[in-house]
Each structure stands twice: as C-alpha cells, then as structure tokens.
C-alpha cells in the first residue's frame, strides 16, 4: 500500500510539472513567458495517460499478490491429524488377533491343528489317549469363543475413538482454507473407514474361526466315537441283535 501511494504521488507530481512547465520563452533581454494552450493540453494528456499506466501496473500487481495468497492457502497442510489414533486402533485389533489362543491365524498352524487332532480317530489308539485328543479339542474350542469375544470387545472399545477422530476430521474440512487442507481431511476419513472395516473384518474372521472350531470339534467326536464302538465290538465280541422289551407279543 506504501508503494502504490509513492507511485501514484510521483505521478501526480510529473503530471503537475508537465502542465506547469512553459512552452517557449522570450529572448532573454525580454524575460517574457509565453503561454501555448495546444502544448499545455498535449502535456496534460501525457501526464494523465502515465498516471493510468501506474494504476495499471499497480492493479496487476496487487491481482499478483492476490494470486500468490490464494496458492499459500492451497498449499497449506490440514492442521488436524487422527492417523496416529487410527494407527493405535488397529493396532489393538492385531494385538487381539495376534493372541489367539492354540491355532493362530495362520495357514500352517491350523494344517497342523487338523492334521494332530481333527483328523480320523487311530484306530490303535488308547481310550486315554481318545480322551486327551478330545479334551484338547474342547479346549480349543472354548479358547476361540474367548477369542472371538475379546476381538468383538477391542472393535466396540475402538468407536468412541473413531467417533472423535470422525468429528475432528469432518470440522477440518469443512473448516479447510484451500485444496489440499480438503484433500488431506478426505484421505484420513478414508483411512478411518478403513480401520472400521478391518475391526469388522477381524470380528467375522474370529467369530467364523470359533464357529469353524466347534464344528471341526463335533465332526471329530462322531468320528472318534465310531471308531471307539467299532473298537469295543472287536475287542468284546459283541453282537448287536434284537431285543423284547415286554416279552412275546
């Protein structure tokens, strides 16, 4: 603003000089000033066609520095940030996940899981050890219905958290000052959908693992019972046959 005045008073004061200077002088024995209209009105339009130059040179550069203000804001980051929260919820979800009890979530644990103890009953095997595989089988079952409950548990203990970090990423960008404080605030509240769907991903991964367990479970007893009456007829000899309850008819 210093600078537009300063120019625009050096204008006024060219503009000034110009229409007050004299044309033409007399000889100097006669020190006579002559005063020529048509020269002072060609001054004039001079001095104001300079002046107009200046306020042309003076908008463009404020329309410049305008330009630039606009480009500071877009380029300015979002002052809010909630991945650091939202990296701490999913944290505890692996955590959960990562303390499953007997099988793991793993591939190779549970071939190894179904090949020990799910598979088909041996038939030389003790009724001590049918019962130990049977046991280890309920265990197994129980610890991943505890599983699936802390998981389910860790997921609701994660919404007052995601409700927070949602209200402080959707005041931020509706509060946002240019492009890309709008653009970072859209990108957390996708990270944040993402991290609710991973906590629900983790729950339907644990509630279907306990679910799959106690069915392996139940598969596997009908199995090892067969196999442990198949064992008493040949050890005991017996032979089923038909039984009167209340005598001959």
Known sequence: MIARERLRAAAAALALALALSPVATAPAAAQLTV?????????????????QQINNQLQMLTNQTQMLANQAKNLANLPASTLNQLQASITRTETLLGQAQTIAFNVQAVEQ?????YGQAPSAASDTALMALAQTRWQTSVGAFEDSLKVQAGAVGNIPTNASAM????SASQSASGALQAAQAGNQLLALQVQEISDLIAVLAAKGRADALEQARAAAAESQGQQQYQTFRAQSGYVPGTVAMFGPN
Do not use: K
């Open 35 to 51: 005063f020529d209209p048509s020269n002072y009105a060609q001054n004039l339009l001079t001095a104001a066609r300079s002046l």
């Open 113 to 117: 899981a179904y090949s020990a103890n």
């Open 167 to 170: 209200n402080t990423l959707v």
